[in-house]
C-alpha cells in the first residue's frame, strides 16, 4: 500500500516523493524496476525516490509531510532532524483501515511529542465522509471499465489462458489467501460442481495448502492440476497493475489483508475477504463491522449466504459451519452478489479518495496557526 501510495501521491502532486524501505525484495516483487536498482544508492521509479532503510538509518532532510504508515516507528534520530526544521513537518500516522465505528471518532487526532517540538496526527482510511477513504488512482475505475469493455482486454486476458468467455459456461475464480486449512474440502465440492470452476491461485502463502488439497506436489508456476470439475492453475507473482488485471478478469475474487481487499472493490466483482488474523482475535470484530456495512442494502438471503461463508473462509462461522458447507448458498447468491458489488463500488467511488484526503488534510495542517 505504501508503494501504491507513493506513486498515486507523485502522479497527481507532481511533487517529490521519498519512500524508505525496509525490505527491498518485496518491494522488487510489487515493482519490477526497483530490482535493477542497488539498495545502497536508491534510485527513481515513476517519480517516486526509493530509498532502504536499514538498522544504520542515517538521517535525511525531512520533508515538508512526513508520513510513517502502519505501525512503523521513525528512528530518534530522524525525528531530532524533523524538530531541527525551522518549519516542523507536517507528520502523519497512516493507520490500517478498519470499518469499526470508532475509526470516525479517532481520525485526525493530534499527539503532542512528550519532548520535541512535533505533533503527530492520526490518519484512518475508511468508508464514510468521516475517515480518510480508500487508495484510488485518478484514472482506476476508467482504465477498469475499458479493460472490461474492449476486445483486447477481459476477453484476451481469459482467451490467452484457456479459460471461458463467460461464467455461465464456466466460473473464473481468483486465489490469493494467507493459510487455508478447509481449502481440501471446498475444492472436492468445486471438483462435482456444473458448472466447472477454473481457479488462478498467484504464487502465496496459500500454495502448500493448494498442494494439499490436490494431494500433489508443490505445483510450479503455469501449472495446471484437474480434480474433476475444477481445474487449478498457479500464476506467478505480479506487479499491482497485472493483479488488477486479474481481479478484473475474473467471476469471483479471493483476496486477503488489506491492499487486494480494497482493490476487489474497485474491481466490483463479488469477492471474499480472508482478514489478517490477530492472536486475541480481534480481527474477527473487524471482519463483522465491514460486514455489517456492506451487506446493509442486500436482501436477506445473499446477505445471509455471504456473511456465512466468509466467516466460515475465515474460521469464525457459528456452529464450525465450513467453506464447503456455506458455498451452495454463496454460490446461488452469486448474480446478486455482482449487482452488490458494482453498486457498493459506485458508493464508494462518489467519496473523496484516501490521496485526495489526506493532501487536503495536511494542507489544513500547514495552514493552521502556530
Known sequence: MCWRLA???AQREHAGVRLWVDD???????????????????????????????????PAEPGEIVIEAFACELPPAQLEAMAAQTVAPVWINLEYLSAEDWVAG???????????????????????????GLLRETD?????????????????WRAARGLPATEHEGLVVSLFAYEQPALGELFRAWAQSAPPIHVLVPVSRVLPDVAAALDCALPEVGARIRRGALSVQVLPFTDQAGYDELLWACDLDFVRGEDSFVRAQWAARPFVWQI??????????????????????????????????????????????????????FAAALPALATHARSWCETQGGLPDLASRLTKFCSHIRGAPG
Open 24 to 58: 527491498w525484495a518485496v518491494l522488487a516483487r510489487l515493482c519490477p524496476a526497483a530490482a535493477g536498482i542497488d539498495p545502497a544508492q536508491g534510485g527513481v521509479v515513476d517519480g517516486v525516490e526509493l530509498r532502504h532503510w536499514t538498522s544504520a538509518f542515517v
Open 276 to 329: 489478517y488474523p490477530q492472536a486475541d482475535a480481534a480481527h474477527h470484530e473487524k471482519l463483522d463491522a465491514f460486514l455489517a456495512r456492506y451487506i446493509d442494502r442486500l436482501p436477506a438471503a445473499p446477505a445471509t449466504a455471504l456473511a456465512d461463508f466468509w466467516r466460515a473462509w475465515n474460521g469464525c462461522a457459528p456452529g464450525g459451519m465450513t467453506p464447503a458447507a456455506a458455498w451452495p448458498a
Open 106 to 132: 479517532c481520525h485526525g487526532l493530534a499527539s503532542p511529542h512528550p519532548r520535541l517540538p512535533l505533533v503527530k496526527h492520526f490518519f484512518f482510511p475508511g468508508f464514510d465522509a468521516e475517515t480518510g
Open 140 to 156: 482506476l475505475l476508467a482504465r477498469r471499465d475499458r479493460f472490461l469493455a474492449e476486445p483486447q482486454g477481459r476477453a484476451a
Open 7 to 9: 506513486r498515486d501521491l
